[in-house]
């Protein structure tokens, strides 16, 4: 099982990013599909996370402002991330969760600045 994430870099205040991971060894559709986050000195947290029945759902600094979508027949997972603040700054990390067992990518670095 691989996922790597893209799509990461710098990007102003108030920009927008589009992470991408795209995933092999797995099927996303019968899996739970997440975006973490991990800023420098904090733990690793929740963005967003897709079933696979489709119901998503958001943490509260997510919402509003970032959405997560999957595209079956690609297996990929995307994270659209629209007005930006310093505060998103992190590695963000895609994450498949089957049978109970979570599948880790490699993270992409994301920095927001004015």
């Known amino acids: 099982v691989q996922l790597q994430a893209s799509g990461g870099g710098w990007v102003q205040t108030g920009g927008s990013l589009r992470l991408s991971c795209a995933v092999s060894?797995?099927?996303?559709?019968?899996?739970?599909m997440g975006w973490y986050r991990q800023a420098p000195g904090k733990e690793r947290e929740l963005v967003a996370a897709i079933t696979s029945g489709g119901t998503i759902t958001y943490e509260e600094f997510a919402r509003g402002r970032f959405t997560i979508s999957r595209d079956i027949a690609e297996n990929t997972v995307a994270l659209q991330m629209n007005s930006l603040k310093n505060e998103d700054t992190a590695v963000y990390f895609c994450?498949?969760?089957?049978?109970?067992?979570?599948?880790w990518g490699q993270g992409t670095q994301v920095t927001v600045s004015s």
């Open positions: 994450d498949a969760r089957r049978m109970g067992y979570d599948y």
């Open positions: 060894g797995i099927q996303i559709e019968l899996s739970v």
